[in-house]
């Protein structure tokens, strides 16, 4: 159990499987990667969006989203799509590239979270909220594992992460950790809302990325 514990603090590589694509530009990648990615994507969406309907406070980025659907009027699918592509140019100085996962998670993620989001439990107790703030991050974490091991290129934010991984060496989830406060202030500069889900993830949203590349890399 604690040896466990320990390669999900510390993991530094992402985990690679049967199913997952020999290379990250892969244009012809077999199905069965292709539903493992699809599912991830949809997983992640679903995740984020638990998270927005808990009211309790939504996770970094999408403070971040939320911020600029405040300043725009646009939907948080739409706002979404925008940071992803923003954040693809921040993809150069660290030499990495998009593939056909980067593609499809900066479109899948913005349509499933429009679709999902009028139809997913909105709670009124706090207690519930809570529960399903917690599931939320957990979703998202394993949503993450499955779309980073399809290894078809990360999502925009991902390949942030692994991009400074590569060229620092240090663990991701202490990336993910660094960039999720990133993006939290910058949202709440824009108005975006902070509440306790933002506290939560963005101090726990790095170790479930690792503990939902481990959880996948282990049962799948």
Do not use: C
Request: proline fraction near 5%.
């Amino acid at each position: 159990m604690m040896k466990n514990i320990i390669y999900v603090l510390t993991l530094k590589k992402i985990p690679n499987l049967t199913w997952s694509s020999s290379y990250e530009y892969n244009l012809k990648p077999n199905k069965l990667t292709i539903i493992y990615l699809i599912f991830g994507l949809i997983l992640f969406a679903i995740g984020e969006a638990l998270l927005l309907n808990a009211n309790i406070g939504v996770s970094p980025w999408f403070v971040l989203h939320q911020g600029l659907s405040f300043k725009t009027g646009f939907t948080i699918g739409v706002t979404t799509f925008i940071i992803s592509v923003l954040v693809l140019l921040f993809w150069f100085p660290l030499k990495q590239k998009p593939g056909i996962g980067t593609i499809l998670n900066a479109i899948l993620i913005s349509i499933v979270l429009d679709i999902t989001l009028p139809f997913l439990p909105k709670p009124q107790v706090f207690l519930l909220q809570f529960i399903q703030m917690i599931i939320g991050i957990l979703i998202i974490g394993i949503g993450s594992g499955f779309y980073l091991i399809a290894n078809l290129g990360p999502g925009p934010r991902d390949g942030l992460m692994t991009g400074i991984n590569k060229q620092t060496k240090l663990p991701l989830s202490y990336i993910r950790t660094f960039l999720e406060l990133t993006a939290v202030l910058l949202g709440y500069y824009l108005g975006g809302i902070v509440g306790l889900g933002t506290i939560v993830s963005a101090f726990t949203i790095g170790f479930s990325v690792s503990f939902g590349l481990f959880i996948v890399g282990k049962l799948f």
